[in-house]
Structures are given as structure tokens and as C-alpha cells.
């Protein structure tokens, strides 16, 4: 079956550190892979995409990495800040046209000061 | 640029009752879709329209959910009649195109429905 994960519910860092968050899929090809971040009571907002033939992608303190043998991406956050704290999803097109997006669980990310 | 916008931001029902959701995407944006995100989970395709035109409700329950986007701008959803499972942030976004695994979606605030 089709699945998208993320590997944690939720994830405690200490103000400063690198979040590295994980998006895994299974039985999905997907040609662009899309980082949202969502804060509480409101919609999510787009970050970051990645096409299938990047490697990595980076703005500013964010970076992510697509590796389409391990169908997973990585979503790093350096230095992070209290700020940063909110929850992170991974959405991909199944279609490949812009069709029949699926997100991921998210992961809540805490910045600790 | 004026946001997605939704309203009402609440609404708390009893079930069996009906409630309908209204959406006003970014102007100019051919693509709107409507999400269902249950609490601590992440958002769940309900419909895509592009255009007017439907192109995608498989996981839309169509005995008692239907939408609809008159002359290709504003959207409406409905939930008739609702259940208690139905509780849940309706979310609305839209983007340029929708043609595309690469466009960036916009979403509106959302409205967060109880079902009592």
C-alpha cells in the first residue's frame, strides 16, 4: 500500500542545534517532494520543494535532501531558534501532474531555549 | 496580495445536522482544493477543482459530503447530514496552475468544526 511517514510525532531540541526532520514514502514515485510548516490555528505554509533530480535544496537556515533509491527526504533546520518550533509536513504529488497531493503526519518540532 | 480567506473560523453543530464551509481562493488561481485535517494528523485531500471543473474527489464521501465552485472563483462545501467523526479543520487552499507536483500550495486559515 501507498504510504507517507515522518519519523517522529514529535521532537525536542535545544536552541541553536540542527532539527533534522524525516519524510519517508513508500510505493510512491514522486517527481517534486514539498516541505509545509503549521502552526497552531492556522493553515500550513509552504517552505521548500525538491524535483527528483535534486539532491539537495537549500534557504536560507533550511535545507532538504531527496534520495529517491531510499524514497526519503530530509528537512535540516540549523540554528535553530524557538521560533522554529511548529509542525512540519511533508506533501507529495502521487499524480505527478499536480493531482491527488498527500501530506504527511507531520512532526512537531519544540526549540528549547 | 489578499490570502486565502474561510469563513466561519468555528462552528460547533450536533449530528445529523448540516453545515456548509465557504473558500475564496487567491485571485487568479485556477486550482482549489479542500482538505480535512483531524487532529494530529496531516491535512486529507477531500476535492481539487480546476477551474470549475472537478479533477480529483476520490476521497471525498460523497453520500454526505458534496462541494462545489460556481463560475470558478469561490467554493463551497457542505456536510450533510454530519457525523461525530466529522470534527475536524476544513482547510482550504488554492494555486496557480494545479498542474503540477512543483506549485506551491496557498492555504486559508481554516474552519475548525465540532460535531457534538
Known amino acids: 500500500s501507498q504510504k507517507i511517514e515522518q519519523n517522529s510525532e514529535a521532537l525536542n531540541i535545544q536552541e541553536g542545534k540542527t532539527a533534522t526532520l524525516t519524510c519517508n514514502y513508500t510505493?510512491?514515485?514522486?517527481?517534486?517532494l514539498q516541505w509545509y510548516r503549521q502552526d497552531p490555528g492556522r493553515g500550513p505554509v509552504f517552505l521548500l520543494l525538491?524535483?527528483?533530480?535534486?539532491k539537495e535544496k537549500r534557504k536560507e537556515r533550511l535545507k532538504v535532501t531527496f534520495d529517491t533509491t531510499l524514497k526519503q527526504s530530509l528537512f535540516h533546520i540549523t540554528a535553530s531558534q524557538p521560533a522554529d518550533s511548529a509542525t512540519y509536513l511533508c506533501?507529495?504529488?502521487?499524480?505527478?501532474?499536480?493531482?491527488?497531493?498527500?501530506f504527511g503526519p507531520g512532526t512537531r518540532l519544540s526549540v528549547l531555549p | 496580495e489578499a490570502g486565502v480567506a474561510q469563513s466561519p473560523r468555528y462552528k460547533i453543530i450536533e449530528k445529523r445536522q448540516s453545515v456548509a464551509f465557504w473558500c475564496n481562493p487567491i485571485s487568479g488561481h485556477a486550482t482549489l482544493y479542500w482538505y480535512q485535517q483531524i487532529l494530529g494528523q496531516g491535512p486529507k485531500l477531500l476535492i481539487q477543482f480546476q477551474n470549475n471543473g472537478v479533477v480529483d474527489d476520490s476521497q471525498l464521501p460523497k453520500d454526505r459530503f458534496s462541494a462545489e465552485r460556481l463560475k470558478g472563483v469561490d467554493s463551497t462545501l457542505k456536510i450533510q447530514p454530519a457525523k461525530l467523526e466529522d470534527s475536524a479543520v476544513y482547510l482550504c487552499?488554492?494555486?496557480?496552475?494545479?498542474?503540477?507536483?512543483?506549485?506551491?500550495?496557498?492555504f486559508g486559515p481554516g474552519t475548525r468544526l465540532l460535531v457534538l
Open positions: 525538491i524535483r527528483e533530480n535534486e
Open positions: 510505493n510512491y514515485s514522486p517527481a517534486y
Open positions: 487552499a488554492s494555486s496557480l496552475f494545479g498542474t503540477s507536483g512543483g506549485e506551491t500550495q496557498y
Open positions: 506533501a507529495l504529488d502521487k499524480t505527478g501532474y499536480g493531482q491527488n497531493f498527500v
